[in-house]
C-alpha cells in the first residue's frame, strides 16, 4: 500500500491514529528508515522474526484500540533469547487484554533493539496560524524540561533542515562532546527534509512524532513512530499579488477619497476625518458624504456617495456600526477600491455577525476593508491622513502598522516627538479583510518606504505573511513586535481579539525563518523603525568599538554580545595604526580606547581609520562629555567625517552612545538628524539597533 | 587522621591533589556519603572487598601521579564476578604502568557501584572575588554544554542550599518527571551544605569536585570525589564597621573642605571644584591651597594645607599625579578624614607604583582615599559638589555610585533631565582605597538615601560588598549595574581597569544571594535610581493590569511574565466588582481591559477598587490617549486617586504606561512628579521598575 492509500483506509475506518505498521509502510516510502522488524501472530512467529533481525528485540502490541502501548504493558524492551521473546508475548497479551478486553489485537511487532548515538525527536504538527510545522530536538527528559526544540514550515529544504540541528541551544551535543560520536548531520537533515515533505504531501498527517529517532555517525533510525490522520485543512484563499498590489496602490494614492458620515460638527469623527484630509494637505478630491448637508467645510457634500459624480477610490467610514452595512453596499456599488473601516462595535465587541456580513458585502464587490475598529491611515507622500487623530507630516521611509489603536498611538506620539520620518501609518484592527501581507505586498514595491515595522497580536494567515516578508526582506527591513509573545500574554491577546495567538515558540522561530526583525517590546519596535532606515546595511560581521570612556567601553561590549554582534580581532597593523593616534596608555585591541581627556582630533583620526579600513564593517562610539571634546563638537565632527567618507565610498553603519550633561542630548539629536544613530544616557539602545540592522542583513543574505 | 591531618600531610609532601581515599577521609569526617569500598593490594584482596561491600564494583588506580585516571585506562566499572574483578585487576595495573611506567601505584580501589536515582555535581572553587564558592548543577553532558549550574558564597545554610536545588533551569527534573523518581531534596541540601562548611574550615582546599553524586529518593552518595589543595588564600583586611562610619561621615557631612591646587584661573580642575563648592551652596569653611596665591574667588588661600588654622575634614585633590604623594603627607598630617583624589594618572595608566604609594601614605595617616581617577562626588544634603562638573541641586534619596567617570557622567546628565532626586553621587574611580562597601555602610544610615545604585567593573572585596548589601537591603534597594558581564566585556574590563573580572555567573548568583537588584543595561539601572524610591514595597504577589487599550494590556502581559511578576488570579467577587464599572463587551479577568472609549470615571472606579481591595498588591496601567479622557485629565485623576487612597492607608504600588500623542509626556512628568511611576511609548519600562522593586521587596523579605 502507499501512504495515500493507507491514510485513506485509516480515515475511511474512521480512525485518527495510525497503527505502528501503517507508520513503518509511510517511512518506507519516503526513506524514513525504521528499524528492522515483523508482525508476529503466534510467540514462535516473533521467535523466528527475532531469529532474522538479531537479538536484542523489543515487542509491542498492534492494536487500533490501544494508543498509548506503554500504559497498557504493551511495550516490552531488550528481549535477548527466543525464551524471553516467547515469555514476553504471553506476558503483552494478557496485560494489553486486561487494559481492554474488548480491544482488537492485530498482533505482536517484534522490533530490532536500536540505540547508540543521540535520541533525538522529529515531528510535524499542524498549527493553526502557520499549518504544517516540523519541529526538531533533542530527546530525553531534560530537553523536555528544558524545551530545547525548533520549529520550521514544512516543507523544509535540507539547508533549512541542517539550520534546525544548530538552532538549539544544546546544539554541541550533536558534534559529539566529551569523546561522544557526533551524529551523522546530512542523514539527520534528510530526515528532517522528508517528514517535511512528507505532512506537506499528505495534509491529511494532522500530527507526527518520530521519538526517539537515534542519530548516530552512520545514520538516523526513527526507533518509534506515530501518525495522527484526520481531515485536511481547508486551503487559504488568496488573491493574485497583481490585484492586491493595483487594489492597495489605489487605496494609498488615490485621486478621490469620500468621507461616509462627514461632519462640520467638531468633535464627531467624520468631522475630524475632513479636517485632517483638508490640513494634511491631500491633493486629491475630497466628498463628504452626508445625508442631511449640502456642503461641509467649504466642500459641496452628498447625500449618498451614489450621487458622487466622479470616481471615487476611497470611502472613510465615520458611522456608526448599525448604518455600516447598507452604505458598504452603495460604495462597493461605487466601484472604490478600499473601504477604511474606522467604526468599531463587531467582532471585538462580540458583534461577529455583523462583522461577517460587511465582510461579505466588500468581497462580492471587490472592496478591500482596512478595520473594522481603527484609527485610520497615514500615507505622507500623498500628505494623506485619513483618521481621526491629527495630521502628520514629517516625511520619511518607514511605514508602520498596528493591530490595536492605543499602539497605533503611542506610534503618532513617538514619531512626533522623535521627529521620525514616515511613510505611512496603518491600523489594521479586527483585520476581517486587509491583512500584513497585503500592506507588505504594497510596501515591497512603494519606493517611498525602506523599512516596515508591525505591531500584531496574532496572523489570520502565517503562510501568507511568511510569503510576503521573505520576498520584502531582500530589500527593506521587516521589524515585528509580536505581542501575546507569553503565556499570560497569550492569555491577555485571547481576551482581546478573540483570536488564537499561537505558541511563541513556533512564532518565533517562523518568524525567523522568514527573515523577520522581532522587536522585543514596544519602545524597541519603535528605535528599530526610527533608526533602521537610517542606517548604511553592513557588510561584513566585523564591528569595532572606539570609545572615549573605557567604562562605556565595557558596556558596549556587554551590549555587543547580547545583540549578537561580532568583535572585530583586530589585525597587527591595523592595531598598529589605531595606536599612533591614542596615548600610551589607551587600550586599543578592540574596544579601543582613546582615553578620556582627548582633543577631537583622536576622535576624528581613530573614526576616519575605522571607515576606511575595508576590514571594519561597523562603528560603535562611546563618548564622553568633556571640556576638551564638547558635546556638540564632537557631534559635528563625527557627522561630519561619516560624511565624508561616505562622500569616498566608505558607507558603513556608525552608532554611538553619549555620556555626559544634558548637552549630549541636543548632540544626538543632532547627529540623528545627520543619519548617525545616536542615544544619551544608555549603551545598549544604540547596540541594540545596530543589532536589528545586522539580523536584516543577515536575512536579507547581505553577508555571504 | 583527620581532614586537617589529610591535608597537612598532602601540602607538606608537596602535592596539589588528593588521592582518593585521602578524600574519603575528609568526606568521612563531614557526613558526605560515598560509596563502600576498599583498597586491594591483590587481585584476591579485590574479590574479597568486592564480595563483601557487594557486585558490581568499580575498580580504580589509585596513585599519586596518575590524576587523571581515566586517560590512564585506571577505571573499570560493572564488574559483576570474582573472574571479572580478577581480570580488571590486571587490565588496570598493566594500562596504568603502560601509561606512566614511573608511576608509584598504592593499590586498587575496589568501589561499591552505585547509580541510579539523577546524577548531580556539587563542588567548591576558590573565586578570586568571592573567595570559597560553592557549586551545584546537574551532571551529564547535556547540563555541561548548557551551563546549567548555580553558585553560592560558602559556607552555605541549609536553606540556602535547598534554594540552589531550585535555582538550575532543569530543577524539575529532581521533582522527579514523566514517572522518574524525585531526589531526596533534604538530603542533597544537607551535601551541599557539608561541602561548603568543609571548605570553610579548611581554606587550603583550593577545589573540591564531588563528581557525579548520586541523588535519589534515599539519598545522595558522592561516587567520586576530587580535592586540590592550596595555600590558603591570605585574609582580607577590614576595618570594623564604626571606624567606617565616622570617616564616611566626616567625608560625606564635612565642616571644612580644603581643595590642593585650587585656582582663580577658567578651565583648570582646581577653579572648577572651587567655582562648584561656592555655587553649589556648601555651607562649611572651603579653604583654597595654593603655593603661588593669597586669596582665591574671595577665599584667603594657603601655601599648605599645613598652615590653615582650623580643622578640615576633606582635601579635594586637583593636582597632577606627580605632585600628589608630598600634598597627602601634609594632608595626612593635618588629620583629615578624606582625601578626594579626582587626579588620574595611577594605576589606570600603568603607574602601579604611584598608586601603592600613595594608597600607603593614605594608610599610615589613617586617611580615606577616594580614587584616583575620578570627578569628586556630590552629597546634596549638604548643598556639596566637590568634583570639576557642574553643580547638581535636585535633592532627592538616590545615592549613585560609578567605577567610570564616563557613567558618572551619564548619571548626571540623566538626572538634571529627569530631575531625579539624589541623595549623592560618588566616583570611585580605580577604587585603591575606599570601595562600594564603605559607601554601602555609610548609606545604610544615611536617613536621606532611600535607595543605592551602583555602577561597577569589579569587586575589590567581594564579602565584604556582599556582607554590607545585606544589610542595606533590609531597609533600602541595592541596585547594581556590573559591567563586563559577557566574556566580550569582561574583556573589556580587563584592559581598563586591569581588574580580574570574575565569571559573571559567579557574580550574578551571589548579588542575587546578596539581595541586590541587578539592572542589565545603563539606562535600566538609571530608570530603577529614579523609581525605586519614589514607590511603596509591595505587600505581596498579586499584580493587577487595568489598560484602556487592549493591545497595551496583551504587551503589559508580556512585560509582567519577562520581570518576573505575576499576574493576580481574579476571585470571582472582585471581578463582578470590576464588571460592574466596565462596558459588557470590556474583559474582565486579568488584564482588566475598561476599553477605550471610557470616560474618567472608568478609570477613577476601577483604579480606586484595585487600590482599596487588600487582596490587590500593585497596580498596572494601561492608558489609551483619547478625547473623552485626555491625558493630563488621567494623569490629574490617578494621582488624586492615588493620593487620596493612600491617606486611607491603601499604600500599593502603581506604574502606568500612556500611548498617546505627544501630551502623554506631559501626562508622564506629572504623574512622576505625584510619586506615580508612568513612562510614555513603552509598556516595558514601567513594568521592568515595578519588577525591580518586587526583586528588592522579596530579598527585603516583605513578601511572606
Known amino acids: 500500500m502507499s501512504a495515500r492509500e493507507v491514510i485513506e483506509k485509516a480515515l475511511a475506518e474512521g480512525r485518527t491514529a495510525l497503527t505502528a505498521p501503517e507508520g513503518r509502510t509511510i517511512c518506507e516510502e519516503y526513506g524514513i528508515a525504521t528499524p528492522g522488524e515483523g508482525l508476529a501472530a503466534t510467540a514462535e512467529e516473533a521467535v523466528e522474526i527475532s531469529a532474522k533481525i538479531g537479538f536484542p528485540v523489543v515487542l509491542k502490541i498492534v492494536s487500533p484500540d490501544i494508543l498509548h502501548k506503554t500504559d497498557a504493558g504493551g511495550v516490552l524492551v531488550g528481549l535477548k533469547t527466543p525464551d524471553e521473546v516467547r515469555e514476553g508475548h504471553r506476558k503483552i497479551l494478557a ?262 456580513e460587511i465582510v461579505e458585502i466588500a468581497r462580492r464587490h471587490g472592496v478591500r476593508m482596512l478595520g473594522p475598529n481603527i484609527y485610520g491611515y497615514y500615507y505622507t507622500p500623498e500628505n494623506l491622513c485619513a483618521t481621526f487623530c491629527t495630521p502628520y507630516d514629517v516625511q520619511g521611509s518607514v511605514a508602520l502598522t498596528s493591530q490595536s489603536g492605543g499602539i497605533g498611538m503611542a506610534i503618532l506620539g513617538f514619531s512626533r516627538t522623535t521627529k521620525m520620518g514616515v511613510s505611512a501609518i496603518v491600523g489594521v484592527g479586527n483585520k476581517a479583510d486587509v491583512d500584513e501581507d497585503d500592506l507588505l505586498t504594497f510596501f515591497e514595491q512603494d519606493d517611498n518606504t525602506r523599512a516596515v515595522a508591525m505591531h500584531l497580536e496574532d496572523l489570520k494567515d502565517g503562510r501568507g505573511f511568511v510569503d510576503a516578508a521573505r520576498r520584502v526582506v531582500k530589500n527593506k527591513p521587516v521589524i515585528v513586535l509580536k505581542a501575546g509573545r507569553t503565556a499570560m500574554g497569550a492569555r491577555a491577546a485571547g481576551s482581546h481579539t478573540g483570536a488564537l495567538a499561537g505558541d511563541d515558540k513556533v512564532y518565533d522561530d517562523i518568524l525567523r525563518q522568514a527573515g523577520v526583525v522581532r522587536a522585543p517590546g514596544l519602545n524597541d519596535m519603535l528605535e528599530y523603525a526610527r533608526a533602521l532606515p537610517l542606517m548604511p546595511a553592513p557588510q561584513g560581521e566585523n564591528v569595532v568599538i572606539i570609545t572615549g570612556a573605557g567604562g562605556s567601553g565595557v558596556l558596549l561590549s556587554d551590549a555587543c554580545v547580547d545583540a549578537g554582534l561580532t568583535l572585530m580581532e583586530i589585525p597587527a597593523d591595523l592595531d598598529e595604526a589605531f595606536r599612533a593616534y591614542i596615548p600610551p596608555f589607551g587600550a586599543a585591541g578592540n574596544p579601543i580606547d582613546i582615553t578620556g581627556g582627548e582633543p577631537p582630533s583622536t576622535y576624528e583620526n581613530t573614526v576616519r581609520l575605522g571607515l576606511s579600513d575595508e576590514r571594519v564593517h561597523a562603528l560603535v562610539l562611546g563618548y564622553w562629555h568633556t571640556i576638551v571634546t564638547p558635546p556638540m563638537v564632537f557631534a559635528e565632527l563625527l557627522a561630519r567625517v561619516v560624511a565624508e567618507e561616505r562622500e569616498k565610498g566608505n558607507v558603513k553603519p556608525v552608532v554611538a552612545s553619549l555620556a555626559g550633561d544634558t548637552e549630549v542630548e541636543e548632540a544626538c539629536a543632532y547627529l540623528f538628524d545627520h543619519g548617525v544613530i545616536a542615544y544619551p544616557y544608555t549603551t545598549e539602545k544604540p547596540v541594540a539597533v545596530l543589532g536589528a540592522k545586522y539580523r536584516w542583513a543577515r536575512a536579507a543574505g547581505l553577508l555571504r
Chains 1, 2 share one sequence.
Open 95 to 356: 496485560s494489553a487484554l486486561a487494559y481492554n478486553p474488548d480491544a482488537q489485537i492485530d498482533g505482536i511487532q517484534v522490533q530490532q533493539m536500536v540505540g547508540g548515538g543521540h535520541e533525538v525527536i522529529v515531528g510535524a504538527v499542524t498549527d493553526p496560524t502557520f499549518g504544517k510545522v516540523v519541529a526538531f530536538g533533542l530527546g530525553g527528559v531534560l530537553v523536555e524540561v528544558l524545551k530545547d526544540v525548533t520549529f520550521r514550515l514544512a516543507p523544509v529544504s535540507g539547508d533549512d533542515a541542517l539550520t534546525m540541528l544548530d538552532d538549539i541551544k544544546a546544539a554541541e551535543v550533536l558534534r559529539g562532546v566529551r569523546g561522544a560520536e557526533p551524529a551523522d548531520r546530512a542523514a539527520l537533515a534528510q530526515l528532517i527534509e522528508r517528514v517535511g515533505r512528507l505532512v506537506d504531501e499528505h495534509p491529511e498527517i494532522v500530527e507526527i512524532d518520530l521519538n526517539p529517532v537515534f542519530a548516530s555517525a552512520s545514520g538516523a533510525v526513527a526507533a518509534d513512530v506515530r501518525i495522527l490522520v484526520g481531515a485536511a485543512p481547508a486551503p487559504v484563499e488568496r488573491l493574485p499579488r497583481e490585484r492586491i498590489l493595483a487594489q492597495m496602490t489605489r487605496i494609498f494614492k488615490p485621486r478621490a477619497i469620500a468621507v461616509i458620515g462627514a461632519s462640520a460638527e467638531q468633535g464627531k469623527i467624520g468631522n475630524s476625518v475632513m479636517r485632517n484630509l483638508i490640513n494634511g494637505g491631500y491633493q486629491g478630491q475630497i466628498f463628504p458624504i452626508n445625508p442631511k448637508a449640502t456642503e461641509i467645510m467649504g466642500l459641496p457634500a452628498y447625500k449618498s456617495i451614489a450621487d458622487v459624480p466622479y470616481d471615487v477610490d476611497v470611502a472613510v467610514f465615520a458611522i456608526p456600526a448599525a448604518f455600516v452595512a447598507p452604505a458598504l453596499e452603495e460604495t462597493g456599488k461605487k466601484g472604490i477600491a478600499g473601504a477604511i473601516m474606522i467604526p468599531s462595535g463587531f467582532a471585538e465587541t462580540g458583534n461577529v455577525d455583523g462583522q461577517r
